[in-house]
Protein backbone atom coordinates (compact mmCIF):
# COMPACT_ATOMS: atom_id res chain seq x y z
CA UNK A 1 0.00 0.00 0.00
CA UNK A 2 1.82 3.83 -1.14
CA UNK A 3 0.06 6.46 0.76
CA UNK A 4 -0.04 10.23 -1.26
CA UNK A 5 0.20 13.40 -0.07
CA UNK A 6 -0.51 16.04 -2.52
CA UNK A 7 0.42 19.75 -2.27
CA UNK A 8 0.87 23.29 -4.08
CA UNK A 9 -2.72 24.21 -4.75
CA UNK A 10 -4.13 27.69 -3.85
CA UNK A 11 -6.05 30.53 -5.09
CA UNK A 12 -5.19 31.95 -8.61
CA UNK A 13 -6.46 34.66 -11.31
CA UNK A 14 -7.88 33.01 -14.62
CA UNK A 15 -4.48 33.06 -16.70
CA UNK A 16 -2.32 32.20 -13.87
CA UNK A 17 -0.18 29.09 -13.24
CA UNK A 18 0.11 26.53 -10.26
CA UNK A 19 2.72 23.80 -9.74
CA UNK A 20 1.11 20.28 -7.86
CA UNK A 21 3.65 17.61 -6.17
CA UNK A 22 2.57 14.72 -4.90
CA UNK A 23 4.41 12.76 -2.35
CA UNK A 24 4.34 9.05 -2.17
CA UNK A 25 5.15 6.60 0.71
CA UNK A 26 6.61 4.25 -1.38
CA UNK A 27 8.71 3.46 -4.52
CA UNK A 28 6.11 4.19 -7.66
CA UNK A 29 8.54 2.61 -10.30
CA UNK A 30 7.02 0.35 -10.98
CA UNK A 31 3.44 2.31 -11.58
CA UNK A 32 1.88 4.14 -14.19
CA UNK A 33 0.85 7.98 -12.46
CA UNK A 34 -2.02 9.68 -12.57
CA UNK A 35 -3.58 12.90 -11.60
CA UNK A 36 -7.43 13.35 -10.86
CA UNK A 37 -9.99 16.14 -10.00
CA UNK A 38 -13.18 16.46 -8.13
CA UNK A 39 -15.24 19.81 -8.62
CA UNK A 40 -17.73 20.49 -6.43
CA UNK A 41 -20.71 18.59 -6.84
CA UNK A 42 -19.58 16.28 -9.38
CA UNK A 43 -17.39 13.41 -9.50
CA UNK A 44 -13.64 12.53 -9.53
CA UNK A 45 -12.51 12.67 -13.43
CA UNK A 46 -9.19 11.68 -14.94
CA UNK A 47 -6.72 14.53 -16.07
CA UNK A 48 -3.29 12.92 -16.74
CA UNK A 49 -1.23 10.44 -16.43
CA UNK A 50 2.45 9.44 -16.87
CA UNK A 51 3.26 5.66 -17.89
CA UNK A 52 6.41 4.12 -16.28
CA UNK A 53 8.12 4.59 -19.15
CA UNK A 54 7.54 8.02 -19.06
CA UNK A 55 4.51 8.34 -21.84
CA UNK A 56 1.99 10.87 -20.82
CA UNK A 57 -1.55 11.13 -21.47
CA UNK A 58 -3.89 14.56 -20.79
CA UNK A 59 -8.10 14.38 -20.97
CA UNK A 60 -8.63 16.92 -23.86
CA UNK A 61 -9.96 19.42 -21.86
CA UNK A 62 -5.99 20.00 -20.60
CA UNK A 63 -4.20 19.02 -22.93
CA UNK A 64 -1.59 22.15 -24.13
CA UNK A 65 -2.23 23.43 -20.64
CA UNK A 66 -1.15 20.90 -18.61
CA UNK A 67 2.21 19.04 -18.01
CA UNK A 68 2.56 15.50 -16.06
CA UNK A 69 6.03 14.33 -14.86
CA UNK A 70 7.61 12.28 -12.58
CA UNK A 71 10.90 11.56 -10.34
CA UNK A 72 11.30 8.30 -9.45
CA UNK A 73 14.00 8.71 -7.40
CA UNK A 74 12.39 11.05 -5.00
CA UNK A 75 8.92 9.07 -4.94
CA UNK A 76 7.08 12.30 -6.32
CA UNK A 77 4.87 13.26 -9.06
CA UNK A 78 4.18 16.92 -10.44
CA UNK A 79 1.57 18.53 -12.59
CA UNK A 80 2.12 21.85 -14.18
CA UNK A 81 -0.63 23.93 -15.00
CA UNK A 82 -0.75 26.64 -17.14
CA UNK A 83 -2.98 28.96 -18.44
CA UNK A 84 -5.43 28.38 -15.62
CA UNK A 85 -9.46 28.62 -16.70
CA UNK A 86 -12.28 28.89 -13.62
CA UNK A 87 -13.16 25.48 -15.03
CA UNK A 88 -10.49 24.26 -13.60
CA UNK A 89 -11.49 24.92 -10.16
CA UNK A 90 -11.38 21.70 -8.00
CA UNK A 91 -9.59 19.41 -5.22
CA UNK A 92 -6.98 17.60 -7.21
CA UNK A 93 -5.45 14.33 -6.55
CA UNK A 94 -2.53 11.78 -7.30
CA UNK A 95 -2.58 7.98 -7.59
CA UNK A 96 -1.87 4.68 -9.28
CA UNK A 97 -3.26 5.24 -12.29
CA UNK A 98 -6.40 2.32 -12.90
CA UNK A 99 -5.94 0.04 -10.06
CA UNK A 100 -6.20 2.85 -7.12
CA UNK A 101 -4.47 2.76 -4.14
CA UNK A 102 -6.20 4.86 -0.70
CA UNK A 103 -6.64 8.34 -1.84
CA UNK A 104 -5.42 11.38 -0.01
CA UNK A 105 -6.29 14.44 1.17
CA UNK A 106 -6.12 16.28 -2.25
CA UNK A 107 -5.05 19.61 -2.86
CA UNK A 108 -7.19 22.23 -3.52
CA UNK A 109 -7.05 24.44 -6.59
CA UNK A 110 -9.50 27.33 -6.74
CA UNK A 111 -9.14 29.84 -10.15
CA UNK A 112 -11.33 33.19 -9.62
CA UNK A 113 -10.76 36.25 -10.25
Known amino acids: QVQFVESGGGLVQPGGSLRLSCAASGSIVNFDVAWYRQAPGKQREFVARILKNGFVEYTPSVRGRFAISRDNAKNRAFLQMNSLKPEDTADYYC????????WGQGTQVTVSS
Open 95 to 102: NRFGDFYS
